[in-house]
């Protein structure tokens, strides 16, 4: 038996939010809003994008001093999710943000994706949005708005005319301010027939893997489980800010609220 819990997401723009991108509207986090038989729509993986980060960066801030990560708490330490590394992103990794196995969390381990011939722990961001392999306790929703899109030219000055330069005036698409995206999340809490508990370590059946080593040796209640979607989902949607791209234009803030 499946036992969930249904939160309420409320995303609300502060500046205006571009829809486009990728013409994949599951792309991901630079795709924020799309449209869905006219709707205009967050995809639930722009969503789980920037959720993701969110709590990259919390792990990160709590736990981590001058890239040395408290005793006790090296396996709180994130993935980056992705099959190749960039070499800023090898720098975050080299710098001790971030984990040494060669991209995302997967299950199980394998020498060729994980290498060293090791295995690793399940970070905290994948036991909760998923890994490579397993599922997570997090089903990220997409988000849907009643408002109509609005249109915007964009253009490039030519430096020696002082105009327009030629075929540059073109239009794109944007949500206005004010717009409201609503949807559900939903948090598996357990799910009794694979023995699984959010707050808990999974009971997996694989060796190739050191499993939820982060949660090693707990066991939550109730009241444990609120605190828990507290802290890494309720609290790490609010703190999310602002999201797609074309920031440095004006674009991108919001306020999110969950319920």
């Known amino acids: 038996m499946l036992k969930e819990k249904i939160l309420k997401v409320q995303l609300r723009t502060k500046e205006p939010l571009r829809i486009g991108g990728k013409k994949d509207p599951l792309s991901g986090a630079d795709n924020p809003v799309t449209k869905i038989g006219g709707k205009l729509v967050v995809p639930g993986s722009s969503l789980k994008g920037v959720l993701r980060n969110a709590l990259e960066q919390y792990l990160i801030d709590t736990y981590c001093q001058n890239g040395r990560w408290k005793d006790g708490y090296e396996h709180f330490k994130p993935c980056i999710p992705g099959a190749e590394l960039s070499e800023d992103e090898k720098k975050l990794v080299s710098a001790g943000k971030y984990r040494d196995q060669?991209?995302?969390?997967?299950?199980?381990c394998t020498d060729r994706s994980c290498g060293n011939n090791r295995s690793h722990s399940i970070c905290p961001v994948c036991y909760l949005l998923g890994s490579m392999g397993l599922n997570g306790f997090v089903k990220a929703p997409f988000l849907y708005a009643d408002t109509t899109a609005t249109e915007?030219?964009?253009?490039?000055?030519?430096?020696?005319?002082?105009?327009?330069?030629?075929?540059?005036?073109?239009?794109?698409?944007?949500v206005p301010d004010g717009t409201v995206f609503e949807g559900t999340l939903t948090v598996l809490l357990e799910d009794t027939v694979l023995g699984w508990k959010l707050g808990e370590p999974r009971n997996l059946g694989e060796t190739r893997t050191l499993g939820d080593k982060w949660l090693e040796g707990k066991k939550v209640d109730e009241k444990a489980q609120e605190d828990f979607i507290k802290t890494y989902i309720t609290d790490r949607l609010k703190a999310i800010k602002v999201?797609?791209?074309?920031?440095s234009k004006g674009f991108g803030a919001v306020e999110i609220s969950v319920s």
């Not at 999201?243 to 920031?247: A, E, L, N």
Request: glycine share 12%; proline share 6%; hydrophobic share 20%.
């Open 102 to 108: 060669n991209g995302t969390c997967r299950y199980p």
């Open 243 to 247: 999201i797609g791209g074309y920031k």
């Open 152 to 174: 915007l030219y964009s253009s490039r000055m030519d430096r020696a005319t002082k105009t327009i330069a030629h075929g540059t005036n073109r239009p794109y698409e944007l």
